[in-house]
């Protein structure tokens, strides 16, 4: 007999020109629970607000099916093939769950790993209580793609095994290398193999009751049923993301650069979360009795229950160690003199300034000013809180006193973050014009302008990307291009994410009540923006002007095959700088100098070295033939250790006024001091600069006649 669907009507609410038209929610004899509540209003949102929204039927529920499999057990090392094949009839009910129907996919598959989990549990530790024997002739396949689920249960111990075995392997041979340093040293006493292999397994055993203790102990049915919906929103895009409660309130703090806490940086050590630092003047700090590597055992919501923390990530210990403004947060911690004690703090406002522009000066053959802008990030809850785009402005008019002679922009590994920011940020560069193209679903189209005819900075302009430059990152390099405002430096193309998202609460959908408890939130794409040429930055990303060799050349939207594809639409009204950059004289004094750069070349080769690595499919189990083939590969990456040393230092420096800010803060003069020393032997910023020098003296003469507008 088919159950009764739970339909659950909700407000009426208006996304980018598109209306998602629901009732306001009406009482029900059989009200739905929590998740049934989170299907319905997903698969509701999905398909009357995404942009580009893929029809809810069988086709959709099989892929969403097979993701969510994958995703759930990434190694194939708990599921059974007849698991699968159990499992496989419900394939095709995702979507009928998305319109009301009971979670009946959800709640087998639930089951069934939960069960596979307890009985693997029980399967490594009787493998690594007996000893491996390495001169046997077997190999492991690692690749999940290249395996099938396990036929049986001897099937899947057989798999077990095998990794347990290479896991064992990878130890050994890091012990035997130690021993081999450590042989010269007074009083040394060298260990049998035999002896270092048991100490291998111990370490190997240490590591896997780790991760069934997270996978059994800190994973709950609520982080599987988020990555059951996750596995939905991501078949529709990859950028369509179902925040619970906590991940939502971090994405926003991320955004803002800013949370309520207690201002201690944590690290990992050991399956124990320990305090790294202190942050000057932060709540901690003030109460004075948290101290650098401490550990953290406990964590308490004001009096209530505490928590153990044990096994912990750094990311999930963060999340109930901050909250709200002015509550408290009780921290059970040992002290490195062994004694425990319970530790009561009253968050507060936590500014993380590590994530803002920031600038310095690089002084060579031309004085030279660099901005590093890891995110547009943008105080959506705060109207006087961090914009970036007033920080870049911020950071010219600094480097514009110091009379700077050209400016670089560095984007690398800038995912993106607000539109509004990136949009106002381009202008600081150009006279007016249209900066991006939105369109929304309804195919209605929107140009985003810089209206502002005053430009803050008319100098020489360069802008480094790599392949993790998204979104807006993309925005900016475009426009920059698009306008012959500035030159390209990086990977060959940028990430390729050409599409808009906005937040969306789903309790403002659903009535609040106890005991339904907050709902999360759906970051929803709901346009595509294109260039002022008309291209999409969809796919394709950004193609660099100066293209320089690229390790991560293999990332990106392209990547995915759930990905919204490329095109087109017409160009915007738009006129060029004034003096458009010269770029293939510009490209070809960089080709010139980076196929005779040293560095460069062993890049290169390490590049090559690790894509063959990479299709090596299989891996041996016996020691001598596992030795030699790390060997082998060790002599072909180690050469990238020397890339560095083959970089001439830039003399880089802070401006002396940020120097003056970090005042005596011992650990934000160390985070500066290491910021500087990365740039200061970056190859990559090297031959920006060389670029941008070259970029200045093809400038010097038109900047002495340049006009007074556009």
């Not at 392997?169 to 340093?181: F, G, H, W």
């Not at 993380?352 to 000066?361: G, Y």
Request: charged share 30%; hydrophobic share 35%.
């Amino acid at each position: 007999m088919r159950r009764m669907k739970v339909i659950i009507p909700v407000l009426l609410i208006v996304i980018s020109g598109g209306v998602l038209a629901f009732n306001k929610l009406g009482k029900a004899s059989d009200p739905p629970g929590r998740y049934e509540i989170i299907m319905n209003l997903v698969g509701q949102i999905l398909k009357e607000g995404h942009y580009q929204p893929k029809p809810l039927d069988d086709a959709f529920s099989k892929e969403v099916f097979t993701k969510y499999l994958k995703n759930l057990d990434s190694e194939k090392k708990f599921l059974l093939k007849s698991d699968i094949d159990k499992l496989n009839a419900l394939s095709t009910h995702i979507d009928d769950e998305l319109q009301g129907a009971s979670l009946d996919c959800f709640n087998a598959v639930n089951s069934i790993i939960k069960q596979r989990v307890k009985e693997a549990e029980q399967i490594y530790p009787a493998i690594l209580a007996k000893p491996f024997d390495f001169s046997k002739n077997e190999e492991v396949v690692l690749d999940p793609d290249k395996l099938d689920f396990p036929a049986d249960e001897a099937a899947r111990k057989e798999a077990w095994r095998k990794v347990l075995k290479y896991r064992t392997l990878e130890k050994l041979t890091d012990l035997q290398e130690m021993q081999e340093k450590e042989k010269s040293k007074p009083g040394f006493k060298p260990k049998t193999d035999a002896e270092l292999e048991v100490e291998a397994r111990a370490k190997v055993k240490q590591l896997y009751d780790r991760y069934f203790d997270r996978l059994t102990a800190k994973q709950d049915d609520n982080d599987r049923f988020s990555l059951y919906v996750n596995a939905i929103t991501t078949t529709m895009d990859p950028h369509t993301d179902f925040m619970p409660p906590a991940e939502k309130r971090y994405f926003e703090e991320q955004m803002a650069g800013k949370f309520y806490g207690i201002g201690a940086q944590l690290r990992e050590e050991d399956d124990k979360i320990k305090i790294a630092s202190i942050v000057t003047g932060s709540p901690s700090w003030k109460q004075g009795q948290l101290k650098a590597n401490d550990v953290i055992l406990k964590v308490a919501q004001g009096d209530k229950e505490p928590v153990d923390i044990t096994g912990y990530a750094v990311e999930d210990a963060v999340k109930i160690i901050r909250g709200a403004k002015g509550t408290t947060v009780k921290l059970t911690v040992k002290s490195t003199d062994g004694t425990v004690k319970e530790i009561a703090i009253v968050r507060d406002e936590i500014v993380l300034d590590d994530t803002f522009a920031k600038s310095a000066i690089i002084n060579g053959q031309h004085k030279i000013g660099y901005i590093y802008l890891p995110e547009f990030y943008a105080d959506f809850q705060d109207r006087n809180g961090a914009r970036s785009a007033v920080d870049v402005a911020k950071e010219i008019q600094k480097l514009k006193a110091e009379n700077v002679e050209g400016i670089i922009l560095d984007l690398r590994y800038n995912g993106g973050g607000s539109l509004q920011d990136v949009v106002q940020m381009a202008g600081l560069f150009i006279p007016e014009g249209p900066i991006v193209q939105v369109r929304s679903r309804g195919g209605e189209k929107i140009v985003l302008p810089d209206r502002d005819k005053n430009v803050q900075y008319d100098g020489p302009l360069a802008i480094m990307v790599n392949e993790y430059s998204a979104s807006a990152s993309e925005i900016m390099a475009a426009a920059m291009q698009d306008y012959k405002r500035a030159v390209i430096i990086g990977s060959p193309s940028t990430f390729g994410k050409g599409t808009v998202q906005r937040m969306y609460n789903l309790d403002d959908f659903f009535p609040t009540k106890p005991e339904v408890g907050p709902l999360g939130a759906l970051k929803l794409t709901v346009q595509k923006f294109y260039r002022a040429n008309g291209g999409s930055t969809q796919l394709r990303g950004v193609s660099s002007d100066i293209v320089l060799p690229d390790p991560y050349s293999e990332v990106g939207e392209r990547k995915d095959e759930d990905a919204l594809a490329w095109d087109e639409i017409p160009k915007a009204n738009y006129t060029t700088w004034y003096d458009p950059v010269n770029v293939e004289a510009l490209k070809k004094k960089s080709e010139a100098r980076v196929s005779s750069n040293e560095a460069f070349k062993t890049m290169t080769e390490n590049i090559n070295a690790i894509k063959k690595i990479d299709k090596q499919e299989s891996y041996s189990l016996n020691l001598a033939t596992y030795k030699a083939e790390q060997k082998s590969n060790s002599a072909a990456l180690k050469k990238y250790d020397s890339v560095n040393d083959k970089v001439k230092e830039l003399n880089i420096a802070n401006l002396k006024t940020d120097l003056d800010k970090l005042g005596n803060d011992t650990s934000k003069l160390a985070r500066n001091k290491d910021w500087l020393k990365f740039r200061a032997k970056d190859p990559y910023l090297d031959e920006a600069v060389n670029v941008m020098n070259d970029l200045i003296v093809m400038s010097y003469p038109k900047m002495k006649s340049k006009p007074g507008s556009n």
